[in-house]
């Protein structure tokens, strides 16, 4: 306790002595702060909207009787994992829970690609008006998914440069700013990989052979 203590009237001390080479940066924090929570508010704005899309998209393919079912059961339960964990504003202070979110969106991510993929081998899917428009709106949402990410990650990266540099990180250990988490690179390229799905089936048994019509007498 004594030791935290000290460690804070320290850091008081410095910054008091580094406001002269460039402020504290106390309202910068404060900016960012509030720019990180409205680049990750339209995030989950987008995540929920893919999210919203899926029942209808199972609905429609279940109309296909032979479509798979491994595939439709991936989506299904993907997207359970993905809606199960609670995103609220406070996720972003919280690595774990954080890299939680990511991790099922990221599975969900790639379930979607494999369905859409699948649907490509049955022909009534792709004369499906109702498939194809959310299709389109899905496709749609995984550009906007893109978007808001991108905006969230330049954002943080500001917010944790700010945190880090000196003399603003003395800023941040008296006010415990601490640095947010973002999304990975690892994340980003298995959300970009293709699926691999194998479209080979086993070939159709030769139908019976018609007996022979009697000679005509």
């Given at each position: 306790?004594?030791?935290?203590?000290?460690?804070?009237?320290?850091?008081?001390?410095?910054?008091?002595?580094?406001?002269?080479?460039?402020?504290?940066?106390?309202?910068?924090?404060?900016?960012?702060?509030?720019?990180?929570k409205a680049a990750w508010s339209e995030v989950?704005?987008?995540?929920?909207?893919?999210?919203?899309?899926?029942?209808?998209?199972?609905?429609?393919?279940?109309?296909?009787?032979?479509?798979?079912?491994?595939?439709?059961?991936?989506?299904?339960?993907?997207?359970?994992?993905?809606?199960?964990?609670?995103?609220?504003?406070?996720?972003i202070n919280n690595p774990e829970a954080f890299?939680?979110?990511?991790?099922?969106?990221?599975?969900?991510?790639?379930?979607?690609?494999?369905?859409?993929?699948?649907?490509?081998?049955?022909?009534?899917?792709?004369?499906?008006?109702?498939?194809?428009?959310?299709?389109?709106?899905?496709?749609?949402?995984?550009?906007?998914?893109?978007?808001?990410?991108?905006?969230?990650?330049?954002?943080?990266?500001?917010?944790?440069?700010?945190?880090?540099?000196?003399?603003?990180?003395?800023?941040?250990?008296?006010?415990?700013?601490?640095?947010?988490?973002?999304?990975?690179?690892?994340?980003?390229?298995?959300?970009?990989?293709?699926?691999?799905?194998?479209?080979?089936?086993?070939?159709?048994?030769?139908?019976?052979?018609?007996?022979?019509?009697?000679?005509?007498?």
């Amino acid at each position: 306790m004594f030791e935290t203590i000290f460690r804070r009237l320290s850091a008081i001390f410095a910054l008091a002595a580094a406001l002269g080479l460039g402020g504290c940066g106390y309202n910068d924090f404060q900016r960012l702060d509030e720019q990180v929570k409205a680049a990750w508010s339209e995030v989950l704005n987008q995540y929920q909207r893919r999210a919203d899309l899926v029942p209808n998209l199972v609905a429609t393919v279940k109309g296909e009787a032979s479509f798979e079912q491994e595939t439709l059961t991936r989506v299904i339960e993907a997207r359970s994992r993905a809606t199960s964990i609670q995103a609220t504003p406070e996720l972003i202070n919280n690595p774990e829970a954080f890299d939680r979110f990511q991790r099922a969106q990221g599975e969900l991510t790639g379930a979607l690609s494999r369905l859409l993929v699948v649907a490509e081998q049955y022909p009534n899917l792709k004369a499906n008006a109702a498939f194809q428009d959310l299709r389109v709106q899905l496709e749609g949402t995984e550009n906007r998914i893109t978007v808001a990410r991108n905006r969230y990650i330049k954002t943080v990266q500001e917010y944790n440069v700010l945190a880090r540099s000196f003399p603003t990180n003395l800023t941040a250990m008296i006010f415990n700013y601490e640095v947010k988490p973002s999304f990975t690179v690892t994340n980003e390229a298995d959300n970009s990989r293709p699926p691999s799905v194998d479209f080979g089936r086993p070939n159709a048994p030769p139908a019976p052979s018609r007996p022979a019509s009697p000679a005509s007498r």
